[in-house]
Nanobody, 121 residues
């Protein structure tokens, strides 16, 4: 079974920084794209950033220039460096992995349980 475990969330003041990490565990042969979504209270879940196995990245307009996504394929880990945080970045952040090939099964989409980020003004 493949699992995603996020870490690094917390409380930070506006203008501060946080680094989220997400490690995929289990017997994993390959992972296509990995990414981060977020959901604020009362709002729909949205894509924050995505990175392919080859390193191509995509960002939501609201975080461009402030957030950086990266991954370590040898560790099946994806990171999200968040700088110049704003109160509107407050949300639960979820890690995702697409087309995960395990030892037997192929998982189209795997989600973590989420890590909360709170930005105070």
């Amino acid at each position: 079974q493949v699992r995603l475990v996020e870490s690094g969330g917390g409380l930070v003041q506006a203008g501060g920084s946080l680094r989220l990490s997400c490690e995929a565990s289990g017997v994993i042969l390959s992972i296509n794209a990995m990414g981060w979504h977020r959901q604020a209270t009362g709002k729909q879940r949205e894509l924050v950033a995505n990175i392919t196995s080859g390193g191509s990245t995509d960002y939501a307009d609201s975080v461009k220039g402030r957030f950086t996504i990266s991954r370590d394929n040898t560790k099946n880990t994806v990171y999200l460096q968040m700088n110049n945080l704003k109160p509107e970045d407050t949300a639960v952040y979820y890690c995702t992995a697409d087309n995960v090939q395990g030892s037997i099964h192929r998982y189209l989409e795997v989600w973590g349980r989420g890590t909360p980020v709170t930005v105070s003004s």
